[in-house]
């Protein structure tokens, strides 16, 4: 199984800034995927995070917004820009070795904008 | 992509209770897991289980690939048990789907 492991585990920000998420995996994993949770809701995709090159956005989410980096195989970071309070959320980080494997979840950024 | 329904949205149950949680995908599967959401947020793998039955202490789950459903039972519920239980479910490449959930609160 994966250990995965996310920084800062939680922060209150002002609107208008930007805040950088970092995700540590373990092992070397193929597959590296990021999740918001906004309050009382499921996990909603944001985004496939690979390697060496821009990640894949899902509907609704834009690297201008959310963009990510992955420069290796165990490493990976999303930053929230320009922050408003509707940015409020639990962002998760997730990874999988292979297609149709388990996927693993990180701990979480509990993420609060004033 | 493939559509994950829970069911029920909301369970209370009386400690020592057991219950059954039900998902029902849309389309064939390769992975299909079983996730418990403690109070604090942390997100708890149950199963994987894309096929067959698995079972893990008070726990166990079944998923019907054909009929394209899974279930997952809890006996002697205790109150460690309350959560939100999230079923999800992928097929080929794709990254896991989610389902809304279901709130399970056990009281003493």
């Known amino acids: 199984s994966a250990v995965i492991s996310q920084k800062p585990s939680r922060d209150i920000c002002q609107r208008g800034t930007s805040l950088t998420i970092q995700c540590q995996v373990d092992?070397?994993?193929?597959?590296m995927f990021w999740y918001r949770q906004q309050p009382g809701q499921s996990l909603t995709l944001i985004a496939t995070a690979n390697q060496g090159s821009e990640a894949t956005y899902e509907s609704g989410f834009v690297i201008d917004k959310f963009p990510i980096s992955r420069p290796n195989l165990t490493f990976s970071t999303l930053t929230v820009s320009n922050m408003s309070p509707e940015d409020s959320s639990i962002y998760l980080c997730?990874?999988?070795?292979?297609?149709?494997?388990?996927?693993?979840f990180g701990p979480g950024t509990r993420l609060t904008v004033l | 992509g493939i559509q994950v329904e829970q069911s029920p949205p909301d369970l209370i149950l009386q400690e020592g209770a057991n219950s059954t949680l039900r998902c029902n995908f849309s389309d064939s599967v390769n992975n299909l897991q079983w996730f418990h959401q403690n109070p604090w947020g942390q997100l708890i793998n149950l199963f994987y289980i894309p096929s067959g039955t698995k079972q893990n202490g008070r726990l166990s789950a079944t998923t019907v690939a054909t009929e394209r459903y899974s279930l997952l039972y809890i006996s002697s519920s205790q109150t460690t048990d309350s959560g939100v239980y999230f079923c999800?479910?992928?097929?080929?490449?794709?990254?896991?789907?989610f389902g809304k959930g279901t709130m399970l609160l056990v009281s003493p």
């Open positions: 092992s070397q994993v193929t597959m």
């Open positions: 999800a479910a992928s097929s080929g490449y794709s990254t896991l789907t």
């Open positions: 997730s990874s999988r070795a292979v297609s149709g494997d388990t996927q693993y």
